[in-house]
Nanobody
Framework: QVQLVESGGGSVQAGGSLVLSCAAS????????MAWFRQAPGKEREGVAT???????SYADSVKGRFTISQDKAKSTMYLQMNSLKPEDTAMYYC?????????????????????WGQGTQVTVSS
């Protein structure tokens, strides 16, 4: 069993930055696919960025060039650096993990691909 806990959310003005963290605990597999998702009110949960155990990353088009996903394996922690934030980035942000995965397939954009989820951290961007 893997537990995921997000932190770092908050309220910022447009153009500002935030860094989200996702701390993993429990049984940590050596190879995983990790991701950040977000869900705005009335909208479906969407994949934002993903990273595999080798550090390969993918991003949604809406955040490319503004967001950076990274991980610190020694700390079992994943991060999401968010720059140039826009009001449309406002959402609950979730950390997700697919355990025992050698890589993240193209299905990473779909919530069903992941078996473990955190409780979420709210990000609010005002104009």
């Amino acid at each position: 069993q893997v537990q995921l806990v997000e932190s770092g959310g908050g309220s910022v003005q447009a153009g500002g930055s935030l860094v989200l963290s996702c701390a993993a605990s429990g049984y940590i597999y050596s190879r995983n696919c990790m991701a950040w998702f977000r869900q705005a009110p009335g909208k479906e949960r969407e994949g934002v960025a993903t990273i595999d155990s080798d550090g390969s990353t993918s991003y949604a088009d809406s955040v490319k060039g503004r967001f950076t996903i990274s991980q610190d394996k020694a700390k079992s922690t994943m991060y999401l650096q968010m720059n140039s934030l826009k009001p449309e980035d406002t959402a609950m942000y979730y950390c997700a993990a697919r355990a025992a995965a050698d890589y993240c397939s193209g299905y990473w954009r779909f919530a069903w691909y992941f078996g473990y989820w955190g409780q979420g951290t709210q990000v609010t961007v005002s104009s």
